[in-house]
């Protein structure tokens, strides 16, 4: 199964501001999965997006899709010290078995 | 039923001994997923069962490492004759079968020294 690969590595913001991250991916999928991580916890899911949709809202989280260009991207709205986590996008192979994840995007939201 | 549990959730061990740890997943899963996680790093694959059959496993899995999910419920993830370079957090997450649309969920993690 293939990773997704998130953009950037580090993201540090002020608190109020947005955060955008990408993720870019190789194969054709039937979903892509955005999850969180705090500091030595387990990850949380956040987010689906089909491969037929190109837009999806929760709450203050907006995630697109463009299987075109095989990316993904996850935007946070009016961020808060709490979304200081790791970011991770799993992208679902058509023909997938399993959940693979790339190194994260470490995000620091300043107070 | 509250979610993936493991147990335990930090273990220290000397070099050589062997480990095992447990994870109980959501009773409806049929999906089982191991990783492993050093600080820094992504998750990485190691193993996943669907009920009580072990459908892959990572190249990266050493014939020290065995996984088993006798009768489809919970899991054990045992490492035998431990390394310093075992050391890291070790997360397991259920799941329905991939291409429903469906989530993982995962556990806390179990952490593992090894001195």
């Known amino acids: 199964s293939q990773q997704g690969e998130e953009d950037p590595q580090a993201l540090s913001i002020q608190e109020g501001e947005n955060a955008t991250m990408n993720c870019s991916y190789k194969t054709s999928i039937n979903n892509l999965q955005w999850y969180r991580q705090n500091s030595g916890r387990g990850l949380v899911h956040l987010i689906l997006i089909r491969s037929n949709e190109r837009e999806k809202h929760s709450g203050r989280l907006r995630v697109t899709l463009d299987t075109s260009k095989k990316s993904s991207s996850l935007l946070i709205t009016a961020s808060r010290a709490a979304d200081t986590a790791s970011y991770f996008c799993a992208p679902e192979e058509t023909r997938g078995s399993r959940l693979t994840f790339g190194e994260g995007t470490q995000l620091t939201v300043n107070p | 039923d509250t979610g993936v549990s493991q147990d335990p959730r930090h273990k220290i061990t000397k070099r050589g001994q062997n480990v095992t740890f447990r994870c109980d997943p959501i009773?409806?899963?049929?999906?089982l997923y191991w990783y492993r996680q050093t600080l820094g790093q992504g998750p990485e694959f190691l193993t996943y069962?669907?009920?009580?059959?072990?459908?892959?496993k990572s190249r990266l899995l050493s014939d020290r490492f065995s996984a088993e999910r006798p009768k489809g419920s919970f899991s054990t993830l045992e490492i035998q004759r431990t390394e310093q370079g075992d050391s890291a957090m070790y997360l397991c997450?259920?799941?329905?079968?991939?291409?429903?649309?469906?989530?993982?969920?995962f556990g806390q993690g179990t952490r593992l020294t090894v001195v």
């Open positions: 069962f669907q009920n009580e059959a072990q459908l892959e």
């Open positions: 009773s409806e899963h049929n999906r």
């Open positions: 997450a259920s799941s329905f079968p991939l291409g429903q649309g469906t989530e993982a969920f």
